[in-house]
């Protein structure tokens, strides 16, 4: 749906200033703005941001998908009160830095595997 909304150039420039604060554009800030004076939430179960994050998209993912920026997906789905899906890898707290290589070194080794290029324990530690 496209909707129109006419404001001042003034107006408009110092939505535009805030959106860029929160590294949103200023549609999306408009409509988060929207929903937040409404009060009102998208409903979870038909919110393409929480469809897409059931299916384990991250926000990255999701925000290319769907033509948003990672902090408007960001805070679409934190208030839904969903955590941040995390690609294999990344830092989980209470990781030890030896459990952090070890997973960065069987990454590497199935990425090398997936290239069919040799593995050297370079800049590994």
């Known amino acids: 749906m496209k909707v ?12 535009a200033a805030i959106a860029e604060r929160y590294e949103m554009r200023v549609d999306e800030f408009m409509q988060e703005l929207a929903l937040s004076a409404s009060n009102r939430r998208v409903d979870a179960e038909v919110d393409p941001v929480a469809m897409r994050w059931r299916q384990g998209l991250s926000d990255k993912e999701i925000a290319r998908e769907l033509g948003m920026t990672n902090q408007a997906v960001s805070v679409r789905r ?21 459990q952090r ?25």
């Open 4 to 15: 129109s909304v006419d404001v001042e150039d003034l107006t408009f420039w110092k939505l």
């Open 78 to 98: 934190r208030s839904h009160g969903l955590p941040a899906n995390r690609a294999i890898g990344y830092y989980q707290p209470g990781q030890t830095k030896q």
């Open 101 to 125: 290589n070890t997973i960065q070194k069987a990454i590497a080794r199935a990425v090398a595997r997936e290239r069919e290029t040799p593995i050297t324990n370079e800049g590994t530690n």
